[in-house]
Protein backbone atom coordinates (compact mmCIF):
# COMPACT_ATOMS: atom_id res chain seq x y z
CA UNK A 1 0.00 0.00 0.00
CA UNK A 2 1.15 3.84 -0.65
CA UNK A 3 2.57 4.77 3.08
CA UNK A 4 3.86 8.28 2.05
CA UNK A 5 3.43 11.22 0.07
CA UNK A 6 7.38 13.05 -0.71
CA UNK A 7 6.96 16.56 -2.66
CA UNK A 8 9.64 18.71 -4.16
CA UNK A 9 9.56 22.19 -3.16
CA UNK A 10 10.13 24.49 -5.68
CA UNK A 11 7.56 24.50 -8.44
CA UNK A 12 5.41 21.98 -6.43
CA UNK A 13 4.43 23.83 -2.79
CA UNK A 14 5.67 27.14 -3.75
CA UNK A 15 6.31 29.16 -6.86
CA UNK A 16 10.15 29.84 -6.48
CA UNK A 17 10.85 28.30 -9.69
CA UNK A 18 10.12 31.37 -11.45
CA UNK A 19 12.53 33.18 -8.84
CA UNK A 20 15.26 31.04 -9.51
CA UNK A 21 14.74 31.22 -13.26
CA UNK A 22 14.82 35.59 -12.87
CA UNK A 23 18.01 35.15 -10.76
CA UNK A 24 19.78 32.58 -13.20
CA UNK A 25 18.79 35.01 -16.39
CA UNK A 26 20.20 38.17 -14.61
CA UNK A 27 23.39 36.39 -13.83
CA UNK A 28 23.44 35.21 -17.65
CA UNK A 29 22.95 38.41 -19.01
CA UNK A 30 25.36 40.08 -17.25
CA UNK A 31 27.82 37.26 -18.62
CA UNK A 32 26.42 38.78 -21.75
CA UNK A 33 23.67 36.11 -22.87
CA UNK A 34 20.27 34.71 -22.43
CA UNK A 35 18.22 32.12 -21.02
CA UNK A 36 15.14 31.10 -22.46
CA UNK A 37 12.15 29.87 -20.49
CA UNK A 38 12.26 26.06 -22.69
CA UNK A 39 16.17 26.19 -21.45
CA UNK A 40 15.15 26.73 -17.80
CA UNK A 41 13.28 23.24 -18.24
CA UNK A 42 16.66 21.47 -17.66
CA UNK A 43 17.48 23.57 -14.47
CA UNK A 44 14.27 22.83 -12.71
CA UNK A 45 15.22 20.67 -9.55
CA UNK A 46 18.91 20.56 -10.58
CA UNK A 47 21.99 21.66 -7.87
CA UNK A 48 23.15 25.11 -7.39
CA UNK A 49 26.45 24.37 -8.77
CA UNK A 50 25.00 21.83 -11.49
CA UNK A 51 22.79 24.59 -12.64
CA UNK A 52 25.37 27.20 -13.19
CA UNK A 53 27.58 24.56 -14.96
CA UNK A 54 24.46 24.10 -17.46
CA UNK A 55 24.40 27.65 -18.07
CA UNK A 56 28.13 28.43 -18.22
CA UNK A 57 28.06 25.35 -21.01
CA UNK A 58 24.98 26.76 -22.98
CA UNK A 59 27.04 30.34 -23.11
CA UNK A 60 30.10 28.81 -24.08
CA UNK A 61 32.24 29.69 -20.92
CA UNK A 62 34.76 28.31 -19.34
CA UNK A 63 35.65 29.63 -15.61
CA UNK A 64 37.55 29.05 -12.68
CA UNK A 65 36.51 27.22 -9.60
CA UNK A 66 36.96 30.77 -7.85
CA UNK A 67 35.23 32.13 -10.39
CA UNK A 68 32.37 30.11 -10.62
CA UNK A 69 31.84 30.30 -6.83
CA UNK A 70 31.63 34.05 -6.89
CA UNK A 71 28.97 33.62 -9.62
CA UNK A 72 26.83 30.76 -7.63
CA UNK A 73 27.16 32.95 -4.54
CA UNK A 74 26.10 36.03 -6.10
CA UNK A 75 22.98 34.05 -8.12
CA UNK A 76 22.01 32.99 -4.44
CA UNK A 77 22.07 36.90 -3.37
CA UNK A 78 19.76 37.72 -6.00
CA UNK A 79 17.57 34.91 -5.02
CA UNK A 80 17.10 35.44 -1.80
CA UNK A 81 16.17 39.46 -2.00
CA UNK A 82 13.25 37.93 -4.21
CA UNK A 83 13.07 35.22 -1.48
CA UNK A 84 13.10 37.48 1.38
CA UNK A 85 9.91 39.40 0.64
CA UNK A 86 7.85 35.64 0.10
CA UNK A 87 4.78 34.92 3.19
CA UNK A 88 1.87 32.17 2.90
CA UNK A 89 0.23 34.20 0.18
CA UNK A 90 2.98 32.46 -1.87
CA UNK A 91 2.09 28.90 -1.63
CA UNK A 92 1.00 27.69 -4.97
CA UNK A 93 -3.24 27.05 -5.34
CA UNK A 94 -4.94 24.30 -3.93
CA UNK A 95 -1.41 23.22 -1.41
CA UNK A 96 -3.52 23.48 1.64
CA UNK A 97 -6.05 21.88 0.71
CA UNK A 98 -4.89 18.66 -0.43
CA UNK A 99 -2.33 18.87 2.72
CA UNK A 100 -5.49 18.70 4.58
CA UNK A 101 -6.44 15.53 2.81
CA UNK A 102 -2.92 14.05 2.90
CA UNK A 103 -3.47 14.54 6.86
CA UNK A 104 -6.88 12.75 6.94
CA UNK A 105 -5.47 9.83 4.52
CA UNK A 106 -3.13 9.42 7.58
CA UNK A 107 -0.36 9.56 5.15
CA UNK A 108 3.60 10.10 6.23
CA UNK A 109 4.98 13.41 4.53
CA UNK A 110 8.76 14.06 3.08
CA UNK A 111 10.13 17.41 1.47
CA UNK A 112 13.12 16.24 -1.16
CA UNK A 113 14.37 19.45 -2.34
CA UNK A 114 17.66 19.83 -3.57
CA UNK A 115 17.74 23.35 -2.16
CA UNK A 116 19.84 24.63 0.44
CA UNK A 117 17.18 27.26 0.92
CA UNK A 118 14.23 25.34 1.88
CA UNK A 119 14.11 25.41 5.31
CA UNK A 120 14.47 28.84 5.05
CA UNK A 121 11.21 29.13 2.39
CA UNK A 122 9.52 26.76 4.71
CA UNK A 123 9.55 28.88 7.58
CA UNK A 124 8.97 32.35 5.33
CA UNK A 125 5.80 30.60 4.01
CA UNK A 126 4.81 28.81 7.27
CA UNK A 127 5.50 25.09 6.59
CA UNK A 128 8.20 24.33 8.81
CA UNK A 129 6.20 22.40 11.12
CA UNK A 130 4.05 20.31 8.19
CA UNK A 131 6.45 17.63 6.81
CA UNK A 132 7.46 14.53 9.14
CA UNK A 133 10.93 14.23 7.33
CA UNK A 134 12.61 17.19 5.77
CA UNK A 135 15.74 16.38 3.05
CA UNK A 136 16.94 19.17 1.77
CA UNK A 137 20.53 20.30 -0.08
CA UNK A 138 22.08 20.22 3.21
CA UNK A 139 21.52 16.76 4.16
CA UNK A 140 22.43 15.26 0.38
CA UNK A 141 25.70 14.77 -1.40
CA UNK A 142 23.73 14.02 -4.97
CA UNK A 143 21.70 16.37 -6.78
CA UNK A 144 18.28 15.30 -8.70
CA UNK A 145 18.54 13.17 -11.17
CA UNK A 146 20.30 10.96 -8.61
CA UNK A 147 17.38 9.22 -6.17
CA UNK A 148 19.00 10.26 -2.73
CA UNK A 149 16.99 12.80 -1.55
CA UNK A 150 13.80 11.08 -2.48
CA UNK A 151 15.53 7.62 -0.86
CA UNK A 152 16.62 9.48 2.01
CA UNK A 153 13.55 10.82 2.91
CA UNK A 154 11.94 7.05 2.72
CA UNK A 155 14.29 5.84 4.91
CA UNK A 156 13.91 8.72 7.17
CA UNK A 157 10.03 7.58 7.28
CA UNK A 158 10.87 4.32 7.40
CA UNK A 159 8.77 3.15 4.72
CA UNK A 160 9.94 1.17 0.99
CA UNK A 161 10.24 3.35 -2.17
CA UNK A 162 7.36 1.25 -3.72
CA UNK A 163 4.97 2.55 -1.05
CA UNK A 164 6.21 6.27 -2.11
CA UNK A 165 4.61 8.68 -4.45
CA UNK A 166 6.71 11.49 -5.32
CA UNK A 167 5.43 14.89 -6.76
CA UNK A 168 7.74 16.43 -8.92
CA UNK A 169 7.41 19.34 -11.37
CA UNK A 170 10.85 18.70 -12.40
CA UNK A 171 12.33 16.52 -15.63
CA UNK A 172 15.44 15.60 -13.29
CA UNK A 173 13.05 15.29 -10.30
CA UNK A 174 10.81 13.19 -11.82
CA UNK A 175 13.68 10.87 -13.09
CA UNK A 176 15.15 10.94 -9.59
CA UNK A 177 11.79 9.25 -8.05
CA UNK A 178 11.58 6.82 -10.86
CA UNK A 179 15.24 5.96 -10.25
CA UNK A 180 14.15 5.78 -6.65
CA UNK A 181 11.78 2.90 -7.54
CA UNK A 182 8.83 5.50 -6.56
CA UNK A 183 5.40 6.34 -8.05
CA UNK A 184 5.95 9.69 -9.83
CA UNK A 185 3.25 12.32 -10.07
CA UNK A 186 4.51 15.20 -12.54
CA UNK A 187 2.82 18.51 -12.04
CA UNK A 188 2.78 20.57 -15.19
CA UNK A 189 2.76 19.71 -18.76
CA UNK A 190 2.79 15.53 -20.08
CA UNK A 191 4.73 17.06 -23.12
CA UNK A 192 8.08 18.29 -21.05
CA UNK A 193 7.49 15.31 -17.76
CA UNK A 194 7.36 12.15 -19.87
CA UNK A 195 8.87 9.81 -17.71
CA UNK A 196 5.74 10.58 -14.65
CA UNK A 197 3.00 7.93 -14.30
CA UNK A 198 0.62 10.03 -13.98
CA UNK A 199 0.20 14.34 -14.83
CA UNK A 200 -1.83 16.62 -13.65
CA UNK A 201 -1.15 20.74 -14.31
CA UNK A 202 -1.08 21.21 -10.07
CA UNK A 203 -2.04 20.38 -6.84
CA UNK A 204 -5.27 22.04 -7.32
CA UNK A 205 -6.48 19.50 -9.71
CA UNK A 206 -5.79 16.06 -7.82
CA UNK A 207 -7.39 14.88 -4.99
CA UNK A 208 -5.96 12.23 -2.66
CA UNK A 209 -7.86 9.66 -3.16
CA UNK A 210 -6.84 10.04 -6.80
CA UNK A 211 -3.37 9.19 -6.32
CA UNK A 212 -3.87 6.70 -3.99
CA UNK A 213 -6.72 4.54 -6.40
CA UNK A 214 -4.07 5.47 -9.43
CA UNK A 215 -1.29 3.56 -7.81
CA UNK A 216 -2.70 1.44 -5.09
CA UNK A 217 -3.88 -1.32 -6.99
CA UNK A 218 -0.08 -1.94 -8.41
CA UNK A 219 1.92 -2.86 -5.63
C1 LIG B 1 15.65 23.34 -6.48
C2 LIG B 1 15.29 24.22 -7.67
C3 LIG B 1 16.51 24.51 -8.50
C4 LIG B 1 17.65 25.02 -7.64
C5 LIG B 1 17.98 24.00 -6.56
C6 LIG B 1 19.09 24.48 -5.63
O1 LIG B 1 15.81 22.05 -6.92
O2 LIG B 1 14.31 23.59 -8.46
O3 LIG B 1 16.16 25.48 -9.47
O4 LIG B 1 18.81 25.28 -8.41
O5 LIG B 1 16.82 23.76 -5.79
O6 LIG B 1 18.60 25.54 -4.87
P1 LIG B 1 19.48 26.45 -3.94
O7 LIG B 1 18.45 27.24 -3.18
O8 LIG B 1 20.29 25.57 -3.05
O9 LIG B 1 20.33 27.28 -4.82
MG1 LIG C 1 10.75 21.75 -8.47
Redesign the pocket.
Known amino acids: PIKAFLF????VIVD??IY??QA?RRLANELGFDISEEFNER??????T??LDIILAHGGLTLSEARKTEL?TQ??EW?LELVSRMTSDDILPGVPNFFSQVRKAGLQTALG??????PL?LERIGMNNVFDAII??NKISK??PDPEVFTKGAAELEVSPAECVVFE??V??VEAGKRGGMYVVGLGSPDVLTQADLVAPSLETLTVDEVLARFQGEG
Not at 43 to 48: A, E, H, N, Q, T
Open positions: DLDGTAHYWLKGVSRDSAKNYSVSKNAIDGGKDAAG
